[in-house]
């Protein structure tokens, strides 16, 4: 799994002047000294922010756009393309490239919940060589199968049908502030598969160093 920033607009500055614009009025940043990464937003800007996100005020906030590079396995791609609105995906198409995909088989597998909505448990299975040789195994074998289907001329598109599911894939995926909240927010739920959740926290962890002020508010309300 990977979460690579490629590009963004915007900063917790931009989120107070989309506010400010009602009054035609418009801030900025509070220099502690001479060098230019070294600013803060004034306290009463701060403050506007909370205020923005307490109240769902959302659209200044999104007046920011940032794109990832995102690399995920098929399931957890799945669930995160869910998240439709103020969201674009772009993603690499197995109709259109065969070479074989990364496996990103797990390394520990964990027990079933008692509740079934959980999914899983935090306890792990007690997994014995027998049974990790085999589960590599087939996973080999899919990735043979797959190989010898496109040597056969079998195209990609259904090729790709005897892929294991923890193969990767790879997609750029571009939002604003209240997007990413909103998938955060969705995804932090214990209830959400731990992968799911990683992914999570690595865009959280990308935007509260963009945004450290408008991301604290958003994701506390
Ligand atoms: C823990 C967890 C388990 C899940 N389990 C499943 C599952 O078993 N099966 C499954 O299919 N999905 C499942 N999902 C996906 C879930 O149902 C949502 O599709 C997903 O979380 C995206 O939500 P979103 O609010 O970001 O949706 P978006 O589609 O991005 O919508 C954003 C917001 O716009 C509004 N909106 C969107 N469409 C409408 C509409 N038609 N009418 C009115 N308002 C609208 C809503 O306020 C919505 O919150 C699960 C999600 C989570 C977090």
Redesign the pocket.
Known sequence: MKVELLDYMGDDLAVVNAARVSFDKQSHWQWLNDLEHDAELYEKDAKLIGYLAKHNHWTPFAHTAIKFRVTTTFPITK?LH??????VVNEVSRRYVSYLPTLDIPTEWRKSAENAKQGSSDDLVLMDSAMREQVDKVMEACLALYDDLLLKGVCPEQARMVLPLCSETTWIWTGSLVFFA??CK??F?S??QKETRDVAEQISKHMSELFPVSWAALMEN
């Open positions: 669930q869910k998240h439709t609105v103020g969201g909103r998938v969705l995804r739920h209830a959400a």
